[in-house]
């Protein structure tokens, strides 16, 4: 069965940082490009960040740029996000989503989340 | 703001059909770039319904059908279902942001 845990989310101050963890399994993890997507308490999704299968290309959403890293590591089948200078806005679940198809890729399938709350 | 227009909420009786709409423009649908469409039950992760516009997925039910035309694309229920009840969300891209995806801001999907 192909499944996605994410882990790391909790509480935090704002400024402060977070590193969320995605495991895969049931399928070949190195293959494929990974996302995450959050979702900000009774909000929409927001796209987050994407990296490719190898790690050799990676995007960001504007409002995250600068403050966040995505990186994987195959070997671990594992995709992690670095968040550092926390804000208010940035509380929402995590989801790391496989990605599938060509641009637009759609995103299948998707883990439980994880989340993030950032407060003083 | 999303740059993919859904209604915020659409209702509807068992057994009924229902339809929810994402309205784009000539940056993102309108410039031929496929939709997606996924569901979002409440309290859960959200799952794949729909891609490449009126793809299902294995295990979704022939009562989910999406089209597009246009700048907009829409997502079809018929049979209405109680577990049907949940936000369904839109994703597609667009060329004029560097977002490497846009989603609708979703629609509650109420079953009367």
């Known amino acids: 069965e192909v499944q996605l845990v994410e882990s790391g989310g909790g509480l935090v101050q704002p400024g402060g940082s977070l590193r969320l963890s995605c495991a895969a399994s049931g399928f070949t993890f190195s293959s494929y490009e990974m996302n995450w997507v959050r979702q900000a308490p009774g909000k929409g999704l927001e796209w987050v960040s994407y990296i490719s299968s190898s790690g050799s290309t990676i995007y960001y959403a504007d409002s995250v740029k600068g403050r966040f890293t995505i990186s994987r590591d195959n070997a671990k089948n594992s995709l992690y996000l670095q968040m550092n200078s926390l804000r208010a806005e940035d509380t929402a679940v995590y989801y790391c989503?496989?990605?599938?198809?060509?641009?637009?890729?759609?995103?299948?399938?998707w883990g439980q989340g994880t989340l993030v709350t950032v407060s003083s | 703001q999303s740059v993919l227009t859904q209604p915020p909420s659409v209702s509807g009786a068992p057994g009924q059909r229902v339809t929810i709409s994402c309205t784009g423009s000539?940056?993102?649908?309108?410039?031929?770039?496929?939709v997606h469409w996924y569901q979002q039950l409440p309290g859960t992760a959200p799952k794949l319904l729909i891609y490449g516009n009126s793809n299902r997925p294995s295990g979704v039910p022939d009562r989910f059908s999406g089209s597009k035309s246009g700048t907009s694309a829409s997502l079809a229920i018929t049979g209405l279902q109680a577990e049907d009840e949940a936000d369904y969300y839109c994703q597609s891209y667009d060329s004029s942001l560097s977002a490497h995806a846009v989603f609708g801001g979703g629609t509650q999907l109420t079953v009367l």
């Open positions: 000539s940056s993102n649908i309108g410039a031929g770039y496929d």
């Open positions: 989503a496989r990605v599938l198809g060509l641009l637009p890729n759609w995103f299948d399938p």
